[in-house]
Nanobody, 119 residues
Framework: QVQLVESGGGLVQAGGSLRLSCAAS????????VAWFRQAPGKERESVAT????????NYADSVKGRFTISRDNAKNTVYLQMNMLKPEDTAVYYC????????????WGQGTQVTVSS
């Protein structure tokens, strides 16, 4: 199993930047594909970005393409989400999640970190 802890959330003005971190412990994080999800009040949880276990494949939601970058440092067992040009609609609780490559779903989740973007 793997345990995930997010950090880096906070309050930022529109147009600003934040970098979220997802630190993994337990089983080696490079075993897992990792994703960032977010959930805003009253809305369903949505996938924001995904990264393969080697880091050579990434995918983004259309709403964040060109503004967010997902990356990972397997030596540090950490996955990052660099968020630039933030908008008020990016306000949400952000979660990182991990899954084994053959799994159809993300089985391991962090506790979430709040991101609030003021206009």
């Amino acid at each position: 199993q793997v345990q995930l802890v997010e950090s880096g959330g906070g309050l930022v003005q529109a147009g600003g930047s934040l970098r979220l971190s997802c630190a993994a412990s337990g089983r080696t994080s490079s075993t897992y594909h990792v994703a960032w999800f977010r959930q805003a009040p009253g809305k369903e949880r949505e996938s924001v970005a995904t990264i393969s276990r080697s880091g050579d494949s990434t995918n983004y939601a259309d709403s964040v393409k060109g503004r967010f970058t997902i990356s990972r440092d397997n030596a540090k067992n950490t996955v990052y989400l660099q968020m630039n040009m933030l908008k008020p609609e990016d306000t949400a609780v952000y979660y990182c999640a991990a899954k084994l490559p053959w799994s159809g779903r993300y089985d391991y989740w962090g506790q979430g970190t709040q991101v609030t973007v003021s206009s």
